[in-house]
């Protein structure tokens, strides 16, 4: 009898499967395909995304320049949220600042993700965004003030750096929404701290929280995190982020954006004056391939550091066409000039200006302090480099090589009084006729010689007559000859 039941109660199981198997309702994802896909940036960001910016190795003016970048991007397409992708021992204290002053202009909401680390001034830059998550295994703290090699801070300076930060840093974390006094015990040992009665770090202990120290709530708040993720995707899915998730880049570049615009004056100076000596000489030669240089490099270095976007050089570009039309094309309209004059210099100072595009249309003058300094520095340097080359640049060969004149047939344009002196066999009152434009140098011909000369008032087209006025070293000062 025990058999038959058996063998019954083994039908009714197998009848049973098919339709328990039919009941049974299978996910159509597992965790790992819900999640969202986290896609390297490539071109501009997408409208409303949710961007990650990836913040490894020590905090620097060169991840600054980074973070400003995308975030300039991200602000342009209304990014629907900013991920700090977190992993640093460290840094400038300096450097985190300006991240601090940079994440706060932006109107989306800010996260920093710990994966594992957000140490010293990483661990600033996360109380300055207004949602904190951790990796499983991770820490965040440890911020007291050391020197570049890692040594003591002498303790008078040390104690008057952790005033001025410790302040700094808890006015952004009350900004943020987090708890002041964290922020304090991060970098000031002497801060214990408890919450909700209970002691977090005692007096003389610098505060180092791990993901699940983080995440503690007391009284029902947690302590500092939101919570725990396995990655930057899960926490995107479990904070109920929207939009498409994509990951900025750094560029290789953003080292050399910081040297750039560290040197901008000198860059400036060599493009002011490069393009002095060019308008000086005929032809296109050397000076004027190092001014482009100079100017390429300023605005290329500007553009990486996140400061300026490729219009602000096409201005540029189209001040210089305008300033050429004028000088080769039709002389004498100074609208022209002028006009390409101000996009130039508005446009190199515009480069400088540290514009978000959810500022003001208009930004205040505080952001042009730096840049005016800069530019002012450059024309400043350049208007003494110009005043002793007008001087002397007739006089320096090796500045006189440097210049491709095209038709400069050699010839006895140079005679000999006496051994070691030599002049120009060209007299006041001489004929001759432009070669070249003289802008207002060039070349001129009196009796079969080409010499260099320079016009004194109204440039002069080519092959216009010309009287010698007087000579000044290797250069004839002429004007146009009256009928």
Known sequence: MIGVMRFFLLLVFLAAVPFAGAQVATPDKSPAESLPEVRKLDGEVPEGAVVV???????????????????????????????????????????????????????APTYTYVDPNAGSAGALIALGTKHIWMAPVSAIGAAAPVMGGGQEIPE????????????????????????????????????????????????GELLTLSAQEAVEKIKGKPLLAEGIAASVAELVRDAGLKGPVVEAEPSGFERAALIITMLAPLFLLGGIVGTYIEFKSPGFGVPGVLA???????FAGHYVAGLTGMEVAAFFVLGVILVLLELIFIPGIVVLALVGTLLMFGSLLWAMVDYYPTAPEWPSFD???????????????????????????????????????????????????????????VGAGDKGKAVSMLRPVGRAEFAGEMVSARSEGDFIAPGTPVVALRVEGS???????KA
Not at 158 to 171: H, L, Q
Not at 292 to 298: A, R, S
Not at 385 to 407: E, G
Not at 475 to 481: F, G, N, R, W
């Open 475 to 481: 250069e004839v000062v002429v004007e146009t000859a």
């Open 367 to 425: 952001l042009f302090l730096l840049p005016l300094a800069n530019l002012g520095v450059a024309i400043g340097l350049a208007g003494v480099a110009i005043f002793f080359l007008a001087q002397f640049f007739p006089k320096i060969p090796v500045l006189r090589r440097l210049v491709l004149t095209a038709s400069a047939p050699g010839g006895g344009s140079l005679t000999m009084d006496e051994p070691g002196a030599a002049r120009l066999a």
């Open 156 to 203: 008078t300076l040390n104690a008057k750096i952790v005033s001025y930060y410790s302040g700094y840093f808890r006015s952004a974390a009350e900004n943020s929404g987090h708890n002041p006094e964290l922020a304090e015990a991060f970098i000031n040992k002497e801060k214990g701290v408890k919450v909700g009665g209970k002691v977090i770090t005692e007096d």
């Open 53 to 107: 910016i990836p913040l490894k190795g020590e905090v620097s003016k060169a991840q600054f320049f980074f973070l400003r970048r995308v975030i300039k991007k991200g602000e342009a397409a209304n990014a629907s949220a900013y991920i700090l992708d977190m992993d640093t021992p460290g840094g400038e204290l300096g450097a985190a600042t300006d991240i601090l002053q940079a994440l706060m202009k932006v109107k």
């Open 292 to 298: 482009g240089v100079c100017f390429l490099l300023f």
